[in-house]
């Protein structure tokens, strides 16, 4: 088997690692409010830990390949702004009638489906690409993604379930953003590898994470606040950022 097979197999089990994250939709809880709320307040743990430790400084690294330092803040600052001006604009195209309370878990589900898919392309695109040079690096990345996709999973999975009613809904969904992980391969391979560069990763790395915080931040946060239950909301935030956190030093 070729570098490039290898690269393919491996974009796409990290990408499909997204699916099960939706293992919480299976379990029947008592009280659905306790995991609507731990679920939102730990995907917004996630996607901010992933913002902070992850894209912003890889988006950063890859402008300083360009430019000087205050240079390299600007543009990553400019970039992160851009993709905050972004995600609020798609808030404003969906329908008003979302914000009904069911329809309202509906939509931020597929906020996090979209901000997951903008994240697993260019994952996808760095994980093909590092396994068709160094197979042992692109295994590596592959597992380290993997565990990143789980808890993304569960963002998508547990509001479009709980917001719908509808387990086929959610497993869909979920498998959308994962399978867009592959998806970045095959861009890859047929058209960017001789485009990509350092810099147009860089602000890509730098858009998605603007992206990210505002939808943790303006999503996310004041849906799961909405059920005030303090504690539930601490702990769900916390592990989130811990799981990304640890996630980041086991590869």
């Not at 995991?35 to 950063?60: H, K, Q, R």
């Not at 329908?95 to 329809?103: A, C, M, N, S, V």
């Not at 993997?146 to 387990?167: C, D, R, V």
Request: with cysteine; hydrophobic share 55%; net charge neutral.
């Amino acid at each position: 088997m070729t570098n490039t097979m290898y690269g393919f197999l491996l974009t796409t089990i990290a990408g499909l690692s997204t699916m099960l994250g939706t293992f919480l939709i299976f379990i029947p809880f008592r009280n659905k409010d306790h995991i609507i709320n731990g679920a939102l307040c730990f995907a917004a743990g996630v996607m901010i830990t992933v913002s902070l430790t992850d894209l912003i400084p890889e988006g950063m690294k890859l402008l300083a390949n360009h430019f000087f330092l205050v240079p390299t803040i600007l543009i990553g600052l400019i970039f992160i702004v851009l993709g905050l001006i972004l995600s609020m604009l798609i808030d404003d195209l969906l329908p008003t009638d979302f914000k009904k309370q069911g329809k309202g878990l509906y939509r931020i589900g597929i906020f996090s489906m979209l901000a997951i898919i903008l994240h697993n392309i260019p994952e996808g695109i760095a994980t093909f690409m590092a396994t068709h040079d160094n197979l042992t690096l692109g295994f590596s990345l592959a597992i380290a993604i993997a565990l990143h996709n789980i808890p993304e999973g569960i963002s998508i999975s547990i509001p479009i379930y709980y917001g719908t009613g509808n387990k086929k809904k959610s497993l869909l969904y979920t498998f959308i953003s994962g399978i867009s992980e592959p998806f970045g391969a095959l861009l890859a391979f047929w058209f960017l590898s001789p485009f990509i560069n350092d810099f147009m990763m860089g602000i890509l790395f730098s858009m998605i994470a603007g992206i990210m915080l505002h939808i943790a931040s303006y999503e996310l946060l004041p849906g799961a606040l909405k059920y005030q239950n303090k504690r539930i909301s601490t702990l769900a935030f916390l592990a989130g950022c811990i799981i990304m956190i640890v996630s980041h030093f086991i590869f």
